[in-house]
């Protein structure tokens, strides 16, 4: 039983759209045990999930900070909802854009305006300046984008709210029924945000997308 977040459908929904453009070897950085989203990716050569906790059985156990990999040994790489947890976080994208080859492609996801989680682990909340910063000296055709405006964000908060203070998981019947309740406000908000294009409802956001290329040289990256 899952309960309906506008989060992670807009997550699932953003992975989606923009899986044809990581083709080859994939590594999932962080993937937990890959089963998130291995379903978007039949089309690459090789799927491989990379996380920390052995438990889940991932392909390498290993963090962010220190992927025991070749440099440019992979064409893709596919990181959602990890780096807020890693603290070292310069040391976690030179060794992404370590592993990628010249000219791979880098999908990721960061959360902004949301509960903490992965305690003691969640250390960052990243703008769109600060990603910026943080992909420019290995990566170009750097697009971040928005994930929700002022009304999802709400949405979101008051499901995850009741998902702690209920433990619904551990509910079905009455997980069941806050899903269906928040199905029903979070495609509302997300549908109202859409519209709304002001520059107040900017401002508001789950969190921020990233696609961007590996530089194509050493060179390039030290410019």
């Known amino acids: 039983m899952r309960v309906f977040q506008p989060d992670r459908f807009l997550l699932n929904e953003f992975v989606g759209e923009n899986a044809k453009l990581l083709t080859g070897s994939l ?19 090789k799927y491989t999930v990379l996380d920390p906790e052995p438990k889940v059985n991932p392909d390498i156990v290993a963090t962010a900070e220190k992927i025991p990999l070749p440099d440019a040994s992979v064409d893709s790489v596919l990181c959602t909802e990890v780096l807020m947890d890693v603290y070292p976080i310069h040391e976690a994208i030179a060794e992404i854009a370590r592993v990628l080859k010249p000219g791979g492609h880098f999908l990721g996801t960061v959360s902004f305006m949301s509960p903490l989680c992965d305690e003691p682990y969640h250390f960052w909340r990243f703008t769109p300046y600060s990603l910026q910063n943080l992909f420019e000296p290995y990566f170009t055709d750097i697009r971040i984008e928005r994930r929700g405006g002022y009304r999802t964000q709400k949405s979101q908060n008051w499901i995850r709210f009741w998902i702690e203070r209920l433990d619904l998981y551990k509910h079905p019947i009455l997980g069941r029924l806050f899903s269906l309740v928040s ?3 979070g495609h509302r908000a997300m549908a109202a945000d859409e519209r709304d294009k002001s520059e107040a409802n900017r401002k508001y956001t789950l969190g921020y997308n990233i696609f961007a290329t590996r530089k194509q040289s050493q060179r390039e990256s030290l410019v």
């Open 27 to 45: 590594l999932d950085v962080g993937g937990w045990d890959g089963k998130r989203y291995r379903g978007h990716f039949k089309h690459v050569e």
């Open 183 to 185: 199905k029903i406000r």
